[in-house]
C-alpha cells in the first residue's frame, strides 16, 4: 500500500528544518536551511522551496508547520511570533498558494506533543504535558487524546507563568517568568554571572568558551555537565529544582499521566531530569496522596516538531478528502483524532475554496 507522505517544516529564529516523514513518524529525508530573516514573505519563499525540492523526490500529500509563536485556533494564522515578524500573517494561506497542496500551521510545541504522543516517549498516554526547554520554554498538550489548543489557538505557553514576583525581565514584558529560570537561557545567564563574579569553579565553563564568557552557551554548559564539569552540574541541577516546581503547578492545575520533557537543554539526561523529579514531588500538592505523573526524556530530539506537524497536516488533509466525499453523499464524518472543533469548521470553510 503507497505510503502517505507528509512534509514537516519547523520553522524557528535561526533555523528551518524540514523532513519527509511516513505514517510512522519515520523521516525519510530531512533538510536544514537557515532562516533568511524576520521577513514574512522571505521566509514563505524558503517554505516554498523545500517543499518544491522534497516534492522532486517523493510523493506527498500535504504539508505542516511548527511555528515558534501564537496560531489561531483554525491553524491559519501566526498571530504573534516573538522571534520572527509575524504578526497577524496569514501563513497557512500564503504558503498553500505557493504549493499548491493541503497546508496547516501550529504551534512548534503542540507539533512536538502530538509526535511524542503518537511516536516517542507518550504512546498509548490519554493525557500529556510536553514541556520544550530551548531558548525559553514551549508547551504542548494531548487530552484525552487530542491536542488541545485552547479557545483562541494559543493555550500551552507555560514558560510565562510568573513564578517570582518582581523577578528577571521576560522578553514577554512581564517580570518572573517560569522560563527565565528553567531555559537554556537561564542556564547561561547563570553561568555567565559566576564568571563576572570571578567565581574558580566556573574556570572549566570559561575556558570551553575559548576565555569569552559571551560564547558560554546552553549547549556548553550542558555538554560540560554530561562530561563532568561540577559547575555545570550545579547549574543544571539549579535549573531542575525550577522545572520541578513549574511542572508541580501544572499537574495541580492539569493531573497528567505524563510529563514530556523536550528541547535542547534536556540533553542533559538524569542531569535534569532527576532534580526536576525530586524537586516536583517535593512541592506537588497533596503529595503523598494522590498518583504522581511520570516525568521523562522526549524520545525522539530535534525532529519532534517536524515529525508532529507533518502527521498533523496528513490527518487534516484526511478528513478534508473525507469531508468533501460525505459532503456530496449527504453525510456527516467521524471526528479526527488531533482535530478541534475549529479545525472542522475550517476545513468546511477552506474546502470550498
Not at 504558503?95 to 500551521?105: E, H
Not at 516517542?120 to 514551549?138: F, H, M, R, S, Y
Request: glycine share 14%; proline share 3%.
Amino acid at each position: 500500500m503507497l505510503q502517505r507522505l507528509a512534509i514537516g517544516i519547523d520553522v524557528g529564529g535561526t533555523k528551518v528544518k524540514a523532513g519527509v516523514v511516513d505514517e510512522d513518524g519515520i523521516v525519510v529525508e530531512s533538510l536544514v536551511h537557515d532562516t533568511p530573516s524576520t521577513s514574512p514573505r522571505m521566509v514563505e519563499g524558503v517554505i516554498a522551496d523545500i517543499v518544491a525540492d522534497l516534492r522532486g523526490r517523493h510523493y506527498v500529500v500535504a504539508v505542516g508547520i511548527g511555528a515558534a509563536g501564537f496560531v489561531d485556533a483554525t491553524r491559519s494564522t501566526v498571530l504573534f511570533a516573538p522571534h520572527l515578524a509575524w504578526r497577524h500573517e496569514p501563513l497557512r494561506d500564503a504558503v498553500r498558494r505557493r504549493v499548491g497542496l493541503s497546508t496547516i500551521v501550529d504551534n512548534d510545541a503542540n507539533c512536538a506533543a502530538w509526535a511524542e504522543w503518537r511516536f516517542g516517549a507518550a504512546q498509548n498516554e490519554p493525557d500529556l504535558v510536553c514541556i520544550t526547554l530551548g531558548t525559553g520554554i514551549g508547551g504542548g498538550l494531548v487530552l484525552n487524546g487530542q491536542v488541545h489548543r485552547g479557545r483562541h489557538g494559543i493555550s500551552g505557553e507555560f514558560g510565562h507563568m510568573q513564578v517570582v514576583e518582581g523577578g528577571h525581565a521576560c522578553e514577554c514584558g512581564n517580570r518572573g517568568c517560569w522560563e527565565q529560570y528553567a531555559s537554556a537561557n537561564a542556564l547561561v545567564r547563570e553561568a555567565r554571572a559566576l564568571v563576572a563574579a570571578g567565581a574558580t569553579q566556573a574556570d572549566g565553563i570559561l575556558k570551553r568558551a575559548g576565555g569569552d564568557p559571551f560564547a558560554i552557551t546552553g549547549l556548553l554548559v550542558t555538554q560540560a555537565g554530561l562530561d563532568g564539569d561540577a559547575c555545570a552540574v550545579e547549574l543544571l541541577a539549579r535549573l531542575g529544582d525550577w522545572l520541578g516546581v513549574g511542572i508541580a503547578n501544572l499537574a495541580a492545575a492539569l493531573d497528567p499521566g505524563t510529563f514530556v520533557i523536550g528541547g535542547g537543554v534536556s540533553d542533559a539526561g538524569d542531569l535534569l531530569i532527576t532534580p526536576a523529579t525530586a524537586a516536583f514531588r517535593r512541592t506537588l500538592t497533596g503529595r503523598g496522596y494522590r498518583p504522581e505523573a511520570r516525568i521523562v526524556r522526549a524520545h525522539l530530539g530535534n525532529q519532534a516538531g517536524l515529525i508532529g506537524a507533518a502527521d498533523l497536516a496528513r490527518a487534516a488533509s484526511r478528513h478534508r478528502r473525507r469531508s468533501s466525499r460525505s459532503r456530496r453523499r449527504g453525510t456527516s464524518t467521524p471526528f479526527t483524532r488531533g482535530l478541534s472543533w475549529a479545525d472542522q469548521r475550517s476545513t468546511r470553510v477552506t474546502s470550498k475554496e
